[in-house]
């Protein structure tokens, strides 16, 4: 199983609302990671979580709170966002291998639109 | 910091053409390189890699890119496009080693025309 899955697909949220998106993978990979995309532009990367802790964090405004219960998955979690936060969100996973590359495979996306 | 440039935003291809996507890079070791496809709707997916060794590397889907050194580029080429291949392609480059994130260049829209 190469495939990293993302749920939901679509979401639609006021700026009250609280909401989750979740990524799931059984790649038996260690390293998670969540990436934002406007449109038109290219992925920008805003967690990393390796052996299910934080280990990057792009100075993401704390509206967005990811979770890693295990190491299958992964959770952002949002609240009070703002119109501007709508955008595709990927989650990626990798293998964790300190002296070479680890391809990440991206999810297909939960396409996020913010009222 | 390690960056790439990608220079052209927009590409229009006839199908059946050969097709030459520019990358860039700005870095002073040799870095790993990527190019990474998306299509419409669907999710990013890696069409080849460069860590060293061979300057031409094959990738999936009929793609490959060579490594020039003396240019500092690694561009991507395909001998005949397809439909389907009419895509957003992101040139890649990292670093290396544990769990680290990609930061993408600015892409590069494929239009094709029948």
């Known amino acids: 199983d190469t495939e990293v899955t993302q749920t939901p697909k679509h979401l639609v949220m006021g700026m009250t609302n609280k909401k989750s998106l979740k990524c799931e993978q059984h790649m038996g990979h260690r390293a998670m990671y969540w990436y934002k995309q406007k449109a038109k532009k290219p992925p920008e990367l805003m967690f990393v979580y390796s052996y299910e802790k934080l280990s990057i964090n792009e100075s993401v405004p704390s509206r967005f709170s990811p979770e890693c219960p295990n190491s299958s998955l992964l959770n952002l979690h949002l609240h009070a966002l703002q119109p501007e936060d709508s955008a595709l969100y990927l989650c990626a996973s990798s293998q964790v291998d300190l002296v070479s590359y680890n391809e990440q495979f991206f999810g297909p996306g939960t396409r996020l639109t913010v009222l | 910091a390690q960056s790439v440039t990608q220079p052209d935003i927009h590409i229009t291809v006839s199908e059946g053409a050969s097709l030459e996507l520019r990358c860039n890079y700005s870095?002073?070791?040799?870095?790993?390189l990527f190019w990474y496809v998306q299509s419409p709707g669907q999710g990013l997916q890696l069409l080849l890699k460069?860590?060293?060794?061979?300057?031409l590397v094959q990738g999936i889907k009929g793609f490959e890119a060579e490594f020039k050194r003396s240019q500092s580029s690694f561009n991507l080429r395909k001998p005949s496009v397809h439909w389907s291949d009419a895509a957003e392609y992101f040139c890649v480059p990292y670093s290396g080693g544990g769990a680290d994130g990609l930061t993408f260049g600015k892409g590069t829209h494929l239009i094709i025309q029948p």
């Open positions: 460069y860590f060293s060794g061979d300057t």
């Open positions: 870095y002073g070791a040799t870095p790993y």
